[in-house]
C-alpha cells in the first residue's frame, strides 16, 4: 500500500475547504494543499473571516493551517507535490445543451482531470470528492490516460456526506465513509491507501469500500431519499391543511415506527441547497438516458412537489392578504437554506422572494448570516424569475426588529434558533392589523402567537383564525 504524504485538494468549496481541514487535523503527517482558481476565496481562507460559515470550522483550521494545511492557488505545483489529488470542484446543473436544466456540468472536473494529467511527473491516485453521474470515472480514467508524462492514474470515488451546517461534526463522526475503487490489485491498493488516511479517526467498520460505480450511484441515491423524504412530507402537510390533521404530529406518529425513522420528516416551505434538486435532477437524467423513463418519472416528481410546495407559500401569502400584496411590506425572516450556513443556494427564500416581487410587494429581509450582495445576486442569477422590474422593492436590514416593523406580514423562511426568541409581543405591537405570520418552518409556538394577536399559518397546520 503506497503511505500518501501529501494531498492536494481542488475546490476550495464547501466541501474541499472543510474536509480538509479535518483530515489535516487528523493527520499531522500528511501536508495538504488546498487550491483553488479563485483567489478571492484562497485569500478568506488564510484569514480569521473564512469564506463559509460553517460551526467550529475555524477552530479547526487554526489549529492545522500553516502547520500541514495550505490554502493557496499555486495548482499546477500543489499537483506536481502531491501522493493523492483529490477533485472537489463544483458540478451544478446544466444550463445550457444536451441536458440543459438536468445533466450536471462536468466541465470543472474535466478541467482539473486534464490539468492533473498535463502536470504530473509522478504516479498519483485521484480521488473523485465532487458529486458525480455513475460512470463519470470512465471519462476521467481516458483524459488521465493520455497523460504524456508515462504517469500512473488511479481514480477512486469517495463521495462526500456532510450537511451544511453540522459539517465539523459530520467530518469528525461520520456515519460512514464511503470509497470506491478498481477491484484490481491495483484498485485495491488505492483504497487501501485512502482508507488509511480516514482510518486515523473514522471506526474501520464504518468505512464502506465498493466497486467505483457502486460508489458513484450511492451518492446520488443518498439525496434522493432524504429530498424524497422531505417531499413526501410536505404533500401530506397540503393535506394535512385541508383535512385538519396536524402535519408535525403526523411525522411523529409516523417517525415513532423504526421502519420509517424520524429525520428528515419536518414539513417546510421546501428544500433547498445545491445538492438536493441538482443530484435528482443529474439522475433523472441518468435514468432516461439509460432508457429508464418510468424510473425518471418517479424521482421526477420529487422536484415537482418541491417546486409547489415552494409556489404554495408564496400564494398562501398573496390569498391571505385579500388577494393584493401591492405596496404592502413583507418582512423575510431567513434567507439562508437552512439555519447555521450562509450558503443560499436554492434557498426557497430566492423563489418565494420572487413570487413575491412579482406582486410588486415590499419585501424587506433578515438573515444573520447572509450579505445583501449575495440576495441581489441571488435573484439575478435565477433563471426564470419574473420579478426583474420590482427589484428595487427588496430591501435587506440587519435588524430583525427594523424588517418587522409596520409590515403586513411576516414570513419565516429558514430555521435558525434566535427567530424562537425573538420578543414577539413587542413586533406584533409594531406592525399592521391584522398581523399575519407565515412559518415555513413550523418553529415558533403557534399557540404562544395566537393569544399575543397574531393570524398565524404554519405548514400543514389547522388554522384557527
Ligand atoms: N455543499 C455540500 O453540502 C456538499 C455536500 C456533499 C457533496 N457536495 C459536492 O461537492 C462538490 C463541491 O461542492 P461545494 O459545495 O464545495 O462547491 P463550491 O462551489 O463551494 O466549491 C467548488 C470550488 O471549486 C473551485 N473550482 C472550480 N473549478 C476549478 C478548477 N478547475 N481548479 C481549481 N478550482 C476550481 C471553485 O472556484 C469553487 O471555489 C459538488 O460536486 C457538490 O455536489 C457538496
Not at 138 to 161: C, H, M, R, T, Y
Not at 271 to 278: D, E, L, P, V
Not at 450 to 457: H, L, S
Request: glycine letters at 6%.
Amino acid at each position: 500500500m503506497k503511505v500518501v504524504k501529501n494531498i492536494c485538494c481542488i475546490g476550495a468549496g464547501y466541501v474541499g475547504g472543510p474536509t480538509m481541514a479535518v483530515i489535516a487535523l487528523k493527520n499531522p503527517h500528511i501536508k495538504i494543499n488546498v487550491v483553488d482558481i479563485n483567489p478571492e476565496r484562497i485569500a478568506a481562507w488564510n484569514t480569521d473571516d473564512l469564506p463559509i460559515y460553517e460551526p467550529g470550522l475555524l477552530e479547526v483550521v487554526k489549529l492545522a493551517r500553516g502547520k500541514n494545511l495550505f490554502y493557496n492557488t499555486d495548482i499546477d505545483s500543489a499537483i506536481k507535490e502531491a501522493d493523492m489529488v483529490f477533485m472537489s470542484v463544483n458540478t451544478p446543473t446544466k444550463t445550457y445543451g444536451v441536458g440543459k436544466g438536468r445533466a450536471a456540468d462536468l466541465k470543472y472536473i474535466e478541467l482539473c482531470a486534464r490539468q492533473i494529467a498535463r502536470v504530473a511527473l509522478s504516479d498519483k491516485i485521484v480521488v473523485e470528492k465532487s458529486t458525480l453521474p455513475v460512470r463519470t470515472a470512465e471519462s476521467i480514467k481516458a483524459i488521465l490516460a493520455e497523460s504524456s508524462n508515462g504517469v500512473k492514474f488511479q481514480v477512486l470515488s469517495n463521495p462526500e456526506f456532510l450537511a451544511e451546517g453540522t459539517a465539523i461534526n459530520d467530518l469528525l463522526n461520520p456515519d460512514r465513509v464511503l470509497i470506491g475503487g478498481d477491484q484490481t490489485s491495483e484498485g485495491l491498493d488505492a483504497i487501501e491507501s485512502l482508507t488509511s488516511i480516514y482510518a486515523s479517526w473514522v471506526p474501520r467498520e464504518k468505512i464502506i469500500q465498493t466497486k467505483l460505480w457502486s460508489s458513484e450511484l450511492s451518492k446520488l441515491t443518498a439525496n434522493a431519499f432524504l429530498a424524497q423524504r422531505i417531499s413526501s412530507i410536505n404533500s401530506l402537510s397540503a393535506l394535512c391543511e385541508v383535512t385538519g390533521a396536524d402535519v408535525d404530529e403526523v411525522a411523529f406518529a409516523i417517525g415513532s415506527d423504526t421502519r420509517i425513522g424520524s429525520k428528515f420528516l419536518k414539513a417546510s416551505v421546501g428544500f433547498g441547497g445545491s445538492c438536493f434538486q441538482k443530484d435528482i435532477l443529474n439522475l433523472v437524467y441518468l435514468c432516461e438516458f439509460f432508457g429508464l423513463p418510468e424510473v425518471a418519472a418517479y424521482w421526477d416528481q420529487v422536484i415537482i412537489m418541491n417546486d409547489y410546495q415552494k409556489r404554495r407559500f408564496a400564494n398562501n401569502i398573496i390569498q391571505t392578504l385579500f388577494n393584493t400584496i401591492s405596496g404592502k411590506k413583507i418582512a423575510l425572516l431567513g434567507w439562508a437554506f437552512k439555519k447555521d450556513t450562509n450558503d443560499t443556494r436554492e434557498s426557497p427564500a430566492i423563489y418565494v422572494t420572487d413570487h413575491l416581487l412579482t406582486d410588486m410587494a415590499n419585501v424587506w429581509v433578515y438573515d444573520p448570516k447572509v450579505p445583501a450582495k449575495k440576495m441581489y445576486d441571488d435573484l439575478d442569477y435565477l433563471e426564470t424569475r419574473e420579478s426583474d422590474k420590482n427589484r428595487e422593492l427588496l430591501k435587506v436590514v440587519a435588524d430583525p426588529y427594523e424588517a418587522c416593523k409596520n409590515a403586513h406580514a411576516i414570513a419565516v423562511i429558514t430555521e435558525w434558533d434566535e427567530f424562537k426568541d425573538y420578543d414577539w409581543q413587542k413586533i406584533y405591537d409594531n406592525m399592521l392589523k391584522p398581523a399575519f405570520i407565515f412559518d415555513g418552518r413550523n418553529i415558533l409556538n403557534q399557540n404562544k402567537l395566537e393569544r399575543i394577536g397574531f393570524k398565524f399559518y404554519g405548514i400543514g397546520k389547522s388554522f384557527n383564525n
